[in-house]
């Protein structure tokens, strides 16, 4: 596997789809709580800004007309020398807009009605260095043509607020990040462990039952599910072990009086002539004795292929379906039966080579045994990227549509077949073979004909 | 030729004992593992049947233990089991051949006699030339000729008649031959063996006056020259 493909593999994972899920939904909470908290914050503070602001204008209104002008500057620097800047600001004018008192050093040129909120910036000195600094203020004439200006200031608010709204950024995008790393990486360790887990189940399904998934010291959910699958796997593997101890017992309690059966009847012939009656029927009997061997040897192979417990090597497919062609053929031509083989180069599979070769050897023998003299069989093997395809079609007679699938079971023979000679088992071992190799085995019309095809 | 029976079914090491024995070899017998095990390490023993299901020592252990040993006698193992992975098996435990139940004593025989001339027979694994009569093989140049004359075969009639060539003078079976030439262990069926067999024949014996190629009955086949 690539980086990339390792990359984007994480990316498909179900954790890190559900972990970025969950920083989207964190991370629009986030937003949002902050904006309600804004929103509080800035009706609160400047709900109580503007009262201030407001009773200091009512003040000064009630003031102006008590106090002679020149008390009424008096009280003006006065109140500006009370406050830090920062705090509350006045400035009167006069017509000419000229400063006549106050802390601000110049009447703010906004052409908003009188008596509205105006919004301003004043140069301030802070430190060494000096600042804009916001200032809500509104205006007000004042009796022959002066005018007044009383506003507060409100930058350290505007400093709340964009200090907030950067926190607020600052925490969606951390949890953002946070959860696309922490998806990431559990996405990966899912990754990890699943591609583990596939890797050892591709082995089990290939035969091999002493595979074990691999378990952590951590107790999460698909620990716990590999511990329970290795406990199944025990538990198979006991049941195959099992099947196979039965399988040799009872192929010894079948050899074993088959053997003696044989050697008795060999013992015997010896006292008779060559082509008496008495030899003639031990002949007989090594007959049926071979007959039940053959019998025995295919049912054997059949449930051996079946329980899976069979050793697998790298076979070359192609090697093996042109040395059948090759050993077949000249069996063909006895009965003027062509054999054409078709055999692409480089078909590796894992497999039985030898369980391989007879299911060859019995779809090969059957199609030779159900043309008719002169007739013809195709053996093709076409390797694609997808896998390799064996098929072997003959122009015989074929089988009837709605029997194809019973043939496949245990010692079907077509009545039609009962005059070929055959243990009936031939197709019974291709289908067991075809499953243990994890193959598709497909009988098919060859118009006309029988076309037999096993994916690999 | 000193042969060690070791096969608990007395029915079948009995048939077997006398099979042997009327072809001329001594014959010693062992109805369990560990007594097998002795005889087989005394020495005295030129080869050794033996039965893989055995009473007190499994014969698999038997062949390992001989092995381990440094005994290098020709071992035939007999085995009443499955097939496919058994025969493997039996052979990377030390066997040098395999051979299942039930079986002809002519199968069997054959075998004996496979593994008893191995090396002495025409043409051990080194020679690049085998020759029998008026027939000769190259190894190397893959040339048939027969009395002088060059005779064409395909590339799997020349590797029969090696087989063939370097076990002559004694009984081949089908079987061997499938196993032998083709690497197959199963039950053909039907005739493929003589199918190919008789192409050989038509090949090597067809324009000479004496055959080389023998059929025996019920047997094999043979390459020898006839008296």
């Known amino acids: 596997m690539s980086l990339d493909q390792r990359f984007l593999g994480v990316l498909g994972t179900s954790p890190f789809r559900i972990a970025i899920a969950y920083s989207i939904a964190f991370a629009c909470g986030a937003a949002a709580l902050l904006l309600v908290v804004d929103f509080a914050v800035s009706r609160v503070v400047d709900g109580s800004t503007d009262n ?21 500057i008096e009280l003006i620097e006065q109140r500006s020398q009370d406050q830090d800047v920062r705090g509350a600001v006045y400035l009167m004018v006069d017509p000419q807009l000229r400063p006549v008192a106050g802390n601000v050093p110049a009447w703010p040129k906004i052409s908003a009605d009188e008596g509205k909120w105006i919004q301003f910036k004043v140069a301030v000195p802070y430190g060494d260095e000096i600042r804009e600094h916001e200032m809500r203020a509104r205006r007000f004439p004042l009796p022959g043509g002066y005018r007044m200006l009383v506003g507060h200031d409100v930058q350290e608010r ?19 990040l946070l959860g696309l790393g922490g998806g990431f990486w559990m996405g990966r360790r899912i990754l990890a462990q699943a591609g583990a887990i596939s890797a050892v189940a591709t082995q089990i399904m290939r035969g091999d039952l002493s595979q074990r998934l691999p378990v952590r010291e951590a107790d999460d959910e698909l620990n716990t599910l590999s511990r329970e699958i290795n406990g199944m796997l025990d538990k198979i593997e006991q049941l195959t072990l099992g099947m196979r101890t039965v399988l040799d017992s009872a192929a010894h309690d079948l050899r074993t009086p088959l053997n003696r059966l044989q050697a008795t009847a060999e013992s015997a012939m010896g006292q008779f002539e060559v082509s008496s009656p008495g030899r003639r029927v031990l002949e007989r009997v090594t007959s049926e004795v071979d007959h039940m061997r053959s019998t025995l040897d295919a049912l054997l192979r059949i449930a051996l292929a079946e329980t899976g417990t069979v050793a697998r090597e790298p076979v070359d497919l192609s090697e093996l379906v042109n040395s059948m062609v090759e050993l077949y053929a000249p069996v063909g031509e006895e009965r003027g039966i062509k054999i054409d083989s078709e055999v692409e180069a480089g078909a590796q599979i894992q497999g039985s080579r ?39 079609a003959d122009n015989g007679p074929g089988i009837p549509a709605d029997k194809r699938e019973v043939v496949l079971g245990r010692r079907v023979r077509l009545d039609e077949a009962r005059k070929f000679p055959g243990s009936g088992l031939g197709l019974s071992l291709v289908a067991a073979v075809t499953k243990l190799h994890g193959a598709k085995l497909l009988l098919e019309d060859a118009e006309p004909g029988l076309r037999v095809s096993l994916k690999f | ?89 039996g052979l990377r435990a030390g066997g040098d051949d395999y051979l299942a139940k039930p079986y002809h004593m002519s199968e069997l025989l054959a075998r004996v006699d496979a593994l008893t001339r191995r090396g002495e027979a025409n043409g051990g694994q080194g020679d690049t030339k085998l020759k029998l009569a008026d027939l000769e093989l190259d190894r190397i140049t893959r040339k048939v000729t027969r009395n002088g004359k060059k005779i ?20 081949v079976t089908r079987t061997m031959l499938l196993e032998g030439v083709w690497d197959y262990h199963f039950d053909p069926q039907t005739n493929v063996i003589d199918v190919h067999i008789s192409r050989l024949r038509q090949a090597i014996d067809k324009d000479f006056d004496k055959p080389l190629l023998h059929t025996v009955r019920g047997a094999g086949y043979s390459l020898r020259e006839d008296e």
Do not use: C, W
């Not at chain 2, 001329?24 to 033996?50: F, N, P, Y």
């Not at chain 2, 075969?153 to 004694?170: D, I, K, P, V, Y």
């Open chain 1, 158 to 176: 505007q400093d709340v607020k964009s200090l907030m709204m950067r926190g607020l950024i600052a925490a969606v995008l951390l949890t953002l």
């Open chain 2, 1 to 89: 030729m000193n042969i060690l029976i070791v096969e608990d079914d007395e029915v079948a090491r009995d048939h077997l004992a006398k099979a042997l024995r009327d072809v001329g070899h001594m014959v010693e017998t062992a109805g369990d593992g560990l007594d097998g095990l002795r005889r087989a390490s005394s020495g005295k023993v030129d080869l050794a049947i033996v039965d893989r299901m055995l009473p007190k020592l499994d014969g698999l252990a038997l062949v390992q233990s001989l092995r381990a040993t440094g005994r290098k006698i020709p071992v035939l193992i007999l085995s009443a089991l499955g097939d496919v992975d058994d025969r493997i098996t």
């Open chain 1, 354 to 392: 030898q369980l391989l070769a007879q299911a060859l050897a019995n779809l090969l023998d059957n199609a030779i045994k159900y043309t008719q003299d002169g007739g013809h069989i195709r053996v093709q093997l076409r390797n694609s990227m997808g896998g390799s395809e064996v098929i072997v």
């Open chain 2, 152 to 171: 064409e075969l395909t590339a799997r009639e020349f590797q029969l008649l090696e087989f063939m060539m370097r076990h002559s003078g004694q009984v």
């Open chain 1, 52 to 72: 201030l602001i407001e009773a200091e204008v009512q003040g000064l209104r009630e003031q102006v007309l008590v106090l002679s002008r020149s008390d009424f």
